[in-house]
Structures are given as structure tokens and as C-alpha cells.
């Protein structure tokens, strides 16, 4: 068996779920090509804030392009073990709808869905729409996106269960760092709008490496800050990861 295949059988072996991937922007710079691609990941993950722990965490991520719409759903899962307790779940699943109707302007309208019993997080859905703005674009090169949505979120916590509605401001930057290597970095910042004091906040820095043309090296950091936590979480959790990905 190659590597390739090899790399498959495990990748698809590690993967509770079928789809997977924390970013909701493809890793590459230039557009998709038109129809239908995706990949398949799966990395060692280490926690630092609610949780200490090393675990692998799996996913993957299908996108489809036709001309200037990208369909995507991408997400990921963690079985996480904390000392004697039983392993705790993390997951998270995202739909993406992007129509660059006119050069740098784009609509976009997604739908999320997340558990995280490390942060008493039962479950929370997001449904939200807004524009997406190509703030700087060279081909080959670089990509900067600036993304301003609203968004409906329903939330449900160990003790309540609430729903309102957040903000969602969203910085995409992606460079060209070598011939086989790229820089990407995501930010989100969601206020919640009826009190500018309770809001999140998401990154990713992912450095992506060509091993082969469909297989990849990631080693990135993914940060979560939440500014009104449930009682005795952490206010913010860490992600370090080191993950290969395969690309088809």
C-alpha cells in the first residue's frame, strides 16, 4: 500500500464524523476550481484552559464551486479523556454560502452548530447572513476578506437555555510564504447586540505545508474567548495542533 493510501485508510479510521476543519475559509489563496473538492484531516491536538489534556482531533471538509458561488460544509470532532471521568465531546459543523455577485463583494449566509461539555456548553446553533468584502487579493500571493454578518444564536448550558442575537466581525488573511508554504489566519469577534459586555471571540494561525499536491502539513494555534463563561469555566481555551490533511 502507498502513502497515500495508507494516509487515507487512517485518516478515514480516526474519523468519527464525515466532515471536519475549524477555519470556514478554504486554506488555498486562489479561488476553487469549479465542481467539487474537499479533504479529509486529522491532527494531536494539546489544551491548555478548561482542559490539559492531548487528544487527536478529526474532520474534514467539502467544497463546491460554480462560478462565482462557494457551497461549503466543513467541521470537526474531539473525544477528549479527563483523568478518571468519562471522555468528554467536542464537535462543531458549519454550512457556508458565498456568492461574490459583484468583483470584492460578496453575500454570504451560513449555519453552525457546536457542543463543548468542557465549557458546560450542551449546544449552541448560529444562523446569521451578511457581506463578505475582498479587502486586498494578488493571485498566487495573498487574500485579505473582511466579513460583517448578524447572526441569531441559540444557546443551551448546563443550567439555562437562551437565545439572542450577536454580531459577527470576521478577518480572513491568507500569504504565500514560500512555494510550498502558507500563512493563515482567522479572526471573529460576535458581540452580543442588546449588551456589548457578553461577547466571543475566535482564532486560528495555521501554518499549511505541501508535502505532495494532495498532502499537507498543518501546525496551528486555535484560541476561543468567552467573555461571560458559565461559573467555574476558564475564560478562554487553547488549541495547539500539528495535523496532516488530504486534499481531493
Known sequence: MNLKNTLTVLLLACAPSLFALETIDPAQINPLPAGGSGNLEASLSGYSGNSSENTLSSGGRLDYQANTTLMSLS???????????????????????????????????????QEDLLRSLAN??????????????????????????????????????????????????KRQISPQARFIADLRYQPKLSDWNNYNVFDDLVIDVNITHSLSLNVGIRNEYDNTPPAFIHHNDTVYETGVRLQF
Open 124 to 173: 449552541r446553533t448560529q444562523v446569521g447572513a451578511g457581506a463578505r468584502f475582498t479587502l486586498d487579493y494578488e493571485q498566487d500571493l495573498r487574500a485579505l476578506y473582511l466579513n460583517i454578518d448578524g447572526l441569531h444564536e441559540w444557546q443551551a448550558q448546563r443550567f439555562e437555555s437562551q437565545d439572542y442575537w450577536r454580531g459577527n466581525l470576521g478577518l480572513t488573511y
Open 75 to 113: 467541521g470537526d470532532y474531539t473525544r477528549i479523556r479527563t483523568g478518571a471521568s468519562q471522555p468528554v465531546h467536542q464537535s462543531w459543523i458549519d454550512g457556508h454560502y458565498v456568492d461574490e455577485f459583484r468583483h470584492g463583494l460578496a453575500a454570504e449566509a451560513f449555519l453552525n452548530y
